[in-house]
């Protein structure tokens, strides 16, 4: 089985990396020479060079009225506030539906209910309400981030041993000290795991709301390039949801796996 | 039918501290045409370890092993394995999973048909074809696996430590049934197991093995007290009452009980 | 018919019993199913009741801010007959499932067989990780102002942007299946005789199949929440259009409807994975 090499042995690392760098020249090259070649205008597609220079030069010189610098900035105060508002409204519900079987059953229905409509469809009535304020990407970053938040921490509680919870209350916990000194440590696996995922969906959120309705912001600098035919600044837009995208979601794997050395899978 | 032949095999795997891991050192062992081989030995003796290089799941880091005279470079039917987990696929009925090598081979539907109707007979599984392993309980999926191995009519059957997933009454019955398959169409088995009452009932030969580093200790001859015996024509808990068993059982016992360190 | 053994009456017969027994049913008291479900409805109605009392009876919520039950359902009525920027309800959600069909069949076409590739050959994998990694991070939502710079504002830029954002989350899934497969059961398809072909079709696609699902669904989510994205950007039809017109007419009932019906379709489509995921699967892995 050589091609196949899942049925049979592992190639060498050393040829792995090797091959990887040649699959990276390949396709940074092989972009470079299509923009360059002239077969594609640049105004269609820019030189992955021609991306990088434009982001550069952005982090200075504004554009749509600052800084790319400055746009990253409001993009992630925004994130962080809509992200938060879902962590910190949906662990502690999550939490207490796991736990009050009477809580689940009220609230379970209205938010299978409200689930399935797509984050971005709030956007009219997110706009209509805020404007182009703040308030609006925020809405929609929470709906975006809600489910997975409120979910994970659900299932992490179902998780924790019933018996842990009723050794808890033999020894004369309370309601709230369960929740908060058995439940949560014991559902943290998972919620960190939701966390991730929330803030990825909240990241995407994000930038699909200031694509619409937003006066800074990456995803604005993204709109206002379209309009003006100006790829160039468009890929430098992506380029720095992209990045900070994953640097996220980097932070967020390292506390996962930090959680997990520490209490072990639930 | 083909033999298995070990020629002073030595496996050794490297390690992160850099002194590599010898598995098995210099062993050298022929198991005939159609012979029953029994091998036992105490964890980390390197009997599953010598059991994948003969179905080519893994290759010796010196020495040789043939089977059949040519050597052993990658898995085939003609060397069928019994796997300890069963390895039953899930997405496939009974039916389907012991054609499995028969639709490999090429075989013809109807003599497929055939040949999975004669093993479900013989195990005692007629109306099963339809069912899913996980709608079996763990002697019948075993069963199922005996099946699909014997099915393809290998040279060579390598079984490891089939029955170790069992309790012990479906274990004592489906010893009972393996000798009663194998007798009646024997072929070339190399059986790893580490219960010794499983060895000396089943086998013609015990290979016993030592540890660290894996090699050969001695080899304990069963057929002939078996044969005269006969043992093959009593049930499994008379034979294994009988004294001619407990002294041969014993006598591996005793090979293997200095080896056992009280950390085990 | 004498010499047959007479059925005794008293006897359950032998058939019902063993099929009783072999549907293992776990006794939950009927009292129990059936409160949660009372709940639920009465919870359901509850917020119902709530929105309508906020709503029609005391205007705290403006009708300008959110539509009363009343006004939600005439708009419901109106987009349903008479249509409204530009088609009727059905033609309009018609519209937008189409385009995510479109985009979705085509990611899962180039998604999953890109996903078998990396996951069954380490060395595919290192050569196309590079390229994709670089991509993935990318929200798919962010290649909706370069599709439009590309192929403007009709049906191609959406179903470019609704490809990608399917294709991702089939890639990963599938090739994590790949990798998932029991090495086991790939032995034990080799020591049988199995070839690569044989290997593949029957023991690694099947065994894959629960996480190729999961990707499956990630992928219909994604999907539609990229059209709408992509519909409310610049769109000429499609029910983020209705969004968007109602938005820019101020007119809170039709919003209400627009997102509902998104709402339902997402569930819907859901709903068909879930059922083409059962009757693949009929095992359990």
């Known amino acids: 089985m050589a091609f196949m090499t899942i049925a049979d042995r592992t190639p060498h690392p050393r040829e792995l ?16 020479l299509i923009a360059i070649s002239g077969a594609v205008s640049p105004q269609t597609l820019p030189s992955p060079i021609a991306v990088i220079a434009t982001a550069w030069q952005l982090a200075f010189e504004p554009f749509a009225g600052h800084t790319l610098i400055e746009h990253i900035v409001a993009s992630l105060g925004r994130f962080a506030m809509g992200f938060g508002l879902a962590a910190v409204i949906g662990v502690p519900l999550g939490l207490a539906m796991g736990r009050f079987r009477l809580l689940d059953d009220i609230v379970s229905p209205i938010f299978e209910a409200l689930r399935f409509i797509a984050p971005l469809a709030w956007v009219p009535f997110a706009a209509l309400w805020f404007g182009t304020g703040i308030g609006g990407p925020v809405m929609v970053i929470f709906a975006g981030a809600f489910p997975p938040c409120l979910i994970n921490a659900y299932r992490g509680a179902k998780l924790v041993e019933v018996r842990l919870v009723e050794a808890a209350q033999t020894l004369g916990a309370g309601g709230l000290r369960i929740m908060a000194e058995v439940l949560l440590p014991g559902a943290l696996p998972s919620i960190v795991a939701g966390l991730r995922v929330s803030a990825g969906l909240a990241w995407q959120s994000l930038v699909g709301a200031e694509l619409i309705v937003a006066s800074a912001g990456i995803g604005y600098v993204m709109v206002q390039a379209q309009s003006n035919l100006a790829p160039a600044i468009v890929m430098a837009g992506m380029l720095s949801v992209g990045v900070i995208g994953l640097a996220i979601d980097v932070a967020l794997r390292r506390a996962e796996r930090l959680v997990k050395s520490r209490w072990g899978q639930a | 039918m083909k033999d298995i032949r070990f020629e002073n ?25 159609r012979e029953f081989v029994a091998v036992v030995g105490p964890s980390g003796s390197g009997k599953t370890t010598l059991m994948r290089m003969a179905a080519g799941l893994d290759h010796p880091s010196e020495g040789r092993v043939r089977v059949g005279g040519r050597e052993v470079t990658a898995p085939g039917p003609d060397r069928a394995v019994v796997f300890q987990q069963f390895a039953l696929f899930p997405w496939k009925t009974v039916r389907q999973n012991i054609a499995f090598g028969l639709r490999c081979k090429g075989v013809a539907r109807a003599r497929q048909d055939e040949i999975v109707a004669h093993y479900l007979r013989l195990m005692s599984m007629e109306g099963t074809e339809d069912r899913f392993p996980h709608q079996l309980s763990g002697g019948m999926q075993q069963r199922v696996a005996i099946a699909r191995s014997y099915a393809i009519e290998p040279d060579v059957l390598l079984m490891d430590e089939p029955f170790g997933a069992l309790d012990a009454q479906t274990r004592t019955v489906m010893q009972e049934e393996l000798v009663r398959l194998t007798r009646r169409e024997p072929r070339t088995v190399l059986f790893i197991t580490h219960a010794v009452d499983e060895a000396v009932y089943l086998a013609d030969r015990v290979v016993v093995l030592a540890r660290d580093p894996g090699r050969l200790r001695e ?6 007290v078996r044969e005269a015996e006969q043992w093959d024509e009593r049930p499994i808990d008379e034979v294994m009452d009988l004294p001619s068993f407990t002294h041969l059982r014993t006598q591996v016992w005793r090979l293997l009980r200095d080896q056992i360190r009280p950390d085990d | 018919m004498h010499g047959l053994p007479q059925a005794d009456p008293t006897r359950v017969p032998a058939g019902h019993a063993a099929a009783v027994a072999l549907r293992r049913r776990p006794q939950l008291p009927q009292l129990q ?13 509850g ?7 906020l709503t029609d009876v005391t205007g ?8 009363a039950p009343a006004e939600f359902w005439a708009a419901l009525v109106q987009i349903a007959t008479d249509g409204y920027a530009g088609g009727t309800l059905l033609t309009q959600a018609w519209y937008s499932t189409r385009l995510v069909i479109m985009g979705f069949l085509v ?4 998604g999953v067989p890109l996903g078998l590739l990396m996951g069954v050959s380490h060395r595919a994998e290192a050569l196309l990780n590079p390229a994709f990694l670089l991509v993935r991070p990318i929200p798919p939502l962010a290649w909706i102002p370069l599709a439009i710079v590309w192929l403007g504002l009709g049906d191609a830029a959406k179903i470019l942007v609704i490809w990608f954002a399917a294709f991702v989350p089939s890639v990963i899934n599938t090739w994590t299946g790949v990798r998932g497969v029991d090495r086991t059961l790939i032995a034990a398809a080799r020591v049988h005789g199995a070839g690569e072909l044989r290997l593949l079709w029957e023991v690694i696609i099947p065994g894959s199949l629960p996480m190729m699902f999961t990707g499956l669904r990630l992928s219909l989510q994604a999907s539609w929440t990229t059209l709408v994205a992509a519909e409310l950007v610049g769109a000429f039809f499609g029910l983020g259009r209705v969004l968007d017109a109602a938005y820019r007419d101020i007119n809170p009932p039709m919003i209400a409807v627009a997102m509902l019906a998104v709402g339902v379709l997402g569930a819907l489509t859901t709903r068909l994975v879930a059922v083409a995921e059962r009757r693949l699967i009929p095992w359990r892995s």
């Open chain 1, 17 to 32: 990396m090797l091959l990887s760098l040649v699959g990276a020249a390949l396709f940074f090259g092989g972009w470079q």
């Open chain 2, 9 to 33: 095999v030595t496996k050794s795997f490297p390690t992160r501290s850099g002194t590599p891991f010898v598995a098995i050192h210099d062993v050298s062992l022929a198991v005939a045409e």
């Open chain 2, 219 to 224: 080899i304990v001859e069963i057929r002939p």
């Open chain 3, 33 to 45: 199913i059936s409160r949660r479900v009372w709940i639920g409805l009465a919870s359901l109605a």
């Open chain 3, 47 to 53: 917020t119902f009741l709530l929105w309508w009392l």
């Open chain 3, 60 to 67: 705290a919520i403006g009708p300008h801010r959110f539509p």
């Open chain 3, 107 to 110: 990611a899962i076409a180039t």
